[in-house]
């Protein structure tokens, strides 16, 4: 089989509408695709004034805001009109990166014809719920989840602790790994900038503990701050250095008083502003993937992060960074202290980040779901 036979019908909630990392992930593997000659076409919600413009052929999907997340939205399914494009199409498989209404129609669709369907999973949605006190519904989202991917002839993950978490949960056996790659361009050491950083106030023997991503609760903010608490009262030298908007941020201000607050940055500013701390700290427990994790790593940080799906893969402790019990406000200060005291231990372990980060190229990366494809592909055709 050949790329230029395959057409991949991609299904997603947020294809370009809010800027995050799993999105960003989906982009670039349509990037990939439609530079080996696969044919794609991308359904999802759409909106007035996307965060970026759309990679491929995008089908607006109808949806509704979530009522605690507005920025968000939801596919309600698949009406009339999507349909008719979809038999035009003519995919000959499938793949879903989002389990809303609109993917499991989509799945109905699909098996219906005979079509095979991947699932890519990038979020662990169940762990949302303690954020939002909703812990009573876990059982039920995970049954929901459960009878999704387990329709699929095949789910991509993208690192092995996220597999044998689904594994475990009996979501499907046939699990695949799609990690992630990182821009060295963007990404990289030389993009570091003292005088920059001085010119937010940041001392140079204060440590500067970057966070990267949405300002939303479940990505651990309660945790960071707390953690931020704790460091003044050790009288560390120190100044939170927060990269990315989101709802919690009034919050999150109010809590880190002190903190450098840069809001949303994108291209050669993003790379200046991370490259430009000293340390990475991430508490989140929700992601598949720490794909700022792997951008710090990129820019030479060591990293401070739960021991969690999303870091695990990526984080060796003791050698490029620390990995703390999740929630452990204590542990992850012990841990940044000890980078704040030790600059020689920061940038040994920032380095063996490096060394590791410039290992994952997105091209080598992506070919493997090109592989998954064929392969699910064939095994239909087999019957």
Same mark, same amino acid.
């Given at each position: 089989m050949q790329p230029g036979d395959i057409r991949l019908a991609l299904f997603s909630g947020n294809y370009n509408y809010v800027r995050d990392g799993a999105n960003q992930a989906l982009n670039r593997l349509v990037d990939y695709l439609l530079r080996q000659g696969v044919h794609v076409r991308v359904y999802a919600p759409t909106v007035d004034k996307p %965060?970026?413009? %759309?990679?491929?052929?995008? &089908? $607006?999907?109808p949806s509704m805001a979530i009522f605690f997340r507005p920025e968000y939205r939801?596919?309600?399914?698949?009406?009339?009109r999507v349909k008719r494009d979809l038999e035009e199409f003519k995919p000959n498989v499938v793949q879903i990166s989002s389990p809303d209404?609109?993917?499991? @129609?989509?799945?109905?669709?699909?098996?219906?014809?005979?079509?095979?369907v991947i699932g890519s999973v990038h979020t662990r949605f169940e762990t949302y719920l303690e954020y939002y006190h909703l812990q009573l519904f876990e059982p039920m989202v995970r049954a929901i989840l459960r009878r999704l991917y387990s329709r699929c002839d095949a789910l991509l993950v993208p690192a092995k602790s996220t597999a044998a978490v689904l594994r475990a949960q009996r979501m499907n056996r046939n699990i695949h790994i799609? $990690? @992630?790659? &990182?821009?060295?361009?963007q990404f990289n050491p030389g993009r570091r900038d003292m005088a920059w950083r001085r010119g937010l106030g940041i001392a140079d023997d204060e440590l500067a503990v970057a966070f990267l991503g949405r300002l939303v609760l479940e990505k651990g903010l309660d945790v960071f701050a707390a953690v931020i608490e704790q460091l003044a009262a050790r009288k560390v030298p120190h100044r939170p250095l927060v990269i990315g908007e989101g709802p919690a941020r009034d919050w999150f201000e109010k809590a880190m008083p002190d903190g450098i607050f840069l809001g949303q940055q994108v291209g050669d500013d993003l790379g200046r502003a991370l490259a430009s701390g000293d340390v990475f700290l991430n508490p989140s427990l929700t992601e598949t993937f720490g794909n700022v994790t792997l951008e710090a790593m990129a820019c030479a940080l060591p990293v401070v992060a739960a021991s969690a799906t999303g870091a695990t893969n990526l984080v060796r402790n003791g050698k490029t960074g620390t990995?703390?019990?999740p929630g452990d406000v204590e542990a992850f200060a012990d841990a940044l202290e000890a980078y704040a005291r030790d600059p020689d231990l920061r940038r040994r372990h920032g380095e063996a980040g490096l060394d590791f980060a410039r290992t994952q190229d997105w091209d080598d990366i992506n070919a493997t779901v090109l592989h998954v494809y064929e392969s699910v592909i064939r095994r239909r055709a087999r019957g």
């Amino acid at each position: 089989m050949q790329p230029g036979d395959i057409r991949l019908a991609l299904f997603s909630g947020n294809y370009n509408y809010v800027r995050d990392g799993a999105n960003q992930a989906l982009n670039r593997l349509v990037d990939y695709l439609l530079r080996q000659g696969v044919h794609v076409r991308v359904y999802a919600p759409t909106v007035d004034k996307p %965060a970026f413009k %759309a990679t491929g052929d995008l &089908v $607006s999907m109808p949806s509704m805001a979530i009522f605690f997340r507005p920025e968000y939205r939801v596919p309600l399914g698949l009406p009339a009109r999507v349909k008719r494009d979809l038999e035009e199409f003519k995919p000959n498989v499938v793949q879903i990166s989002s389990p809303d209404v609109g993917a499991h @129609r989509a799945v109905t669709w699909a098996r219906r014809r005979g079509i095979p369907v991947i699932g890519s999973v990038h979020t662990r949605f169940e762990t949302y719920l303690e954020y939002y006190h909703l812990q009573l519904f876990e059982p039920m989202v995970r049954a929901i989840l459960r009878r999704l991917y387990s329709r699929c002839d095949a789910l991509l993950v993208p690192a092995k602790s996220t597999a044998a978490v689904l594994r475990a949960q009996r979501m499907n056996r046939n699990i695949h790994i799609w $990690s @992630r790659g &990182v821009d060295r361009d963007q990404f990289n050491p030389g993009r570091r900038d003292m005088a920059w950083r001085r010119g937010l106030g940041i001392a140079d023997d204060e440590l500067a503990v970057a966070f990267l991503g949405r300002l939303v609760l479940e990505k651990g903010l309660d945790v960071f701050a707390a953690v931020i608490e704790q460091l003044a009262a050790r009288k560390v030298p120190h100044r939170p250095l927060v990269i990315g908007e989101g709802p919690a941020r009034d919050w999150f201000e109010k809590a880190m008083p002190d903190g450098i607050f840069l809001g949303q940055q994108v291209g050669d500013d993003l790379g200046r502003a991370l490259a430009s701390g000293d340390v990475f700290l991430n508490p989140s427990l929700t992601e598949t993937f720490g794909n700022v994790t792997l951008e710090a790593m990129a820019c030479a940080l060591p990293v401070v992060a739960a021991s969690a799906t999303g870091a695990t893969n990526l984080v060796r402790n003791g050698k490029t960074g620390t990995l703390v019990e999740p929630g452990d406000v204590e542990a992850f200060a012990d841990a940044l202290e000890a980078y704040a005291r030790d600059p020689d231990l920061r940038r040994r372990h920032g380095e063996a980040g490096l060394d590791f980060a410039r290992t994952q190229d997105w091209d080598d990366i992506n070919a493997t779901v090109l592989h998954v494809y064929e392969s699910v592909i064939r095994r239909r055709a087999r019957g």
